[in-house]
Structures are given as structure tokens and as C-alpha cells.
């Protein structure tokens, strides 16, 4: 049953898309097989009619399990949670789950949105395209002092504990697309940059990156 249900399982995604990157992890850990369906974000088919149908808004990731279609990285992460109880991605604990969906949302609305492909796009059009890495790398900034800041009371070998959980499932994308892409210096930030080595040790992580993705532009 559960193999069956997984073949239908497909996922929209860009290699270096990190909302993508979180659904990876999050399918990874489940031990989940999906269908990878590359969308390519610098050619615009996030735009194309086909895709609008599956996400109106015109952004990656979409899941399609049979005839379900859902877009947005942590609507998806909460159905596949529920759908797939191995390896819960929300902690029991009340506490400790809250500050999972605070950094979670550190991320996803505190850092992603300021610095997606559009917004990099209008900044470099409207304002100039040396300003880019300027806006990104204060964004970014910006929300890992506050990341630090929230888990140094709560860290342990994962963002929240000695377990995986939801945040890990957002951080460890923000991370690489920080220390990699956007110059952000690994040791202003040594919480996250230690999490970020235990990621990049982790299996159900290592083979999300992006690089290791079908699509890649290496
Ligand atoms: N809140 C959404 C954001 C989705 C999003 O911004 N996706 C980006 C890639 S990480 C995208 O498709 N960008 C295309 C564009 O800006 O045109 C999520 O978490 O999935």
C-alpha cells in the first residue's frame, strides 16, 4: 500500500530552489519515492499555462499525489507529515513545537520571500544589479541574528534537540544558499553554521542539495 501510494507521488521543483529544497528533505526523511519534475525558474516555466494550472501563484514546489495537488513548501511538509506518520517532523512537546514553527517562519517569511528570484530580479532592473547581494546579505543578516538569538536556549545536534525536526527542515536550506551562493561569512553566525555542518553530514539532507538533484547546473 505504502509503495503503491508512493509512485504517484511528483514533485516541481528547481535544483536550487530552497522551498524545493525543504520538501526534499522532508520526502528524504520519510523515505519517500516521488517522481522528480524539473521547472525552470531562470527560462520561466514557473509562468508557463501548464504550471499555473498546478500553482496559480507561479511558484515552486508543487506535490501531486494522484489527483491531489498542493503548492507551498509547508502546506505540503504538514500533509506529507500527517499522511506519513515515520519520522514526525513536529515535536510532542508544546513548547518545543512552537519554536520549530517560529524558525520555520523566520525563514520562510522573514528571509525567503525578501530575497526570491523576482524581488532579486525587480531590485536588479529598478535600482541595479550590484545591489542584489547587498539586499540579500542584509536579509540575511538580519534573520540569522534573530535565529541565533531564538535557538541558543534550544539547540542541541539539530536546531531544536538532538532530533530532526520542521525547523532543521527550513534552516538547512537558508543555510546553503547563505554560505554558498550569498558570501554570508560562516563564522558571524556559529549556531547556524554548526547546524549547518550537521546537516551537510546528514543523509536525508546531503541528498537534497541541490547540486545532487536531477536538474542541476553544476
Ligand atoms: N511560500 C512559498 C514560496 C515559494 C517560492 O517563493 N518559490 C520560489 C523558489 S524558492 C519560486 O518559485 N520563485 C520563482 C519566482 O520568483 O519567479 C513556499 O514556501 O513554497
Known amino acids: 500500500m505504502a509503495s503503491e501510494q508512493n509512485k504517484k ?21 520519510k523515505g519517500l519515492k516521488y517522481d522528480y519534475k524539473p521547472v525552470n525558474l531562470l527560462k520561466g516555466e514557473q509562468s508557463h499555462p501548464e504550471f499555473l494550472k498546478l500553482n496559480p501563484v507561479g511558484f515552486v514546489p508543487v506535490l501531486v499525489d494522484g489527483d491531489f495537488v498542493l503548492a507551498d513548501s509547508l502546506p505540503i511538509i ?7 506518520p515515520q519520522h514526525p517532523l513536529l515535536p510532542s512537546d508544546i513548547h518545543k513545537r512552537a519554536i520549530n514553527f517560529q524558525a520555520s517562519h523566520i525563514v520562510s517569511s522573514a528571509i525567503q520571500p525578501l530575497q526570491n528570484l523576482s524581488v532579486l530580479n525587480y531590485i536588479g532592473e529598478k535600482v541595479g544589479p550590484d545591489e542584489k547581494l547587498a539586499w540579500v546579505q542584509s536579509v540575511l543578516r538580519k534573520g540569522f541574528t534573530a535565529l541565533e538569538k531564538l535557538l541558543k536556549d534550544h539547540t542541541g545536534r539539530y536546531a531544536t534537540g538532538d532530533e530532526i525536526f520542521l525547523a532543521d ?4 536550506p537558508q543555510l546553503h544558499a547563505a554560505f554558498t551562493r550569498f558570501s554570508i561569512p560562516m563564522n558571524e553566525f556559529p549556531i547556524l553554521s554548526r547546524l549547518y555542518e550537521t546537516y551537510n553530514a546528514t543523509p536525508a539532507f546531503q541528498e537534497a542539495l541541490p547540486q545532487n538533484q536531477p536538474d542541476a547546473v553544476q
Request: net charge positive; aromatic share 22%.
Open 78 to 84: 504538514m500533509y506529507l507529515d500527517d499522511k506519513y
Open 169 to 172: 527542515v527550513f534552516l538547512a
Open 9 to 29: 507521488l511528483k514533485l516541481y521543483s528547481y535544483w536550487r530552489s530552497s522551498c524545493s529544497f525543504r520538501v526534499r528533505i522532508a520526502l528524504n526523511l
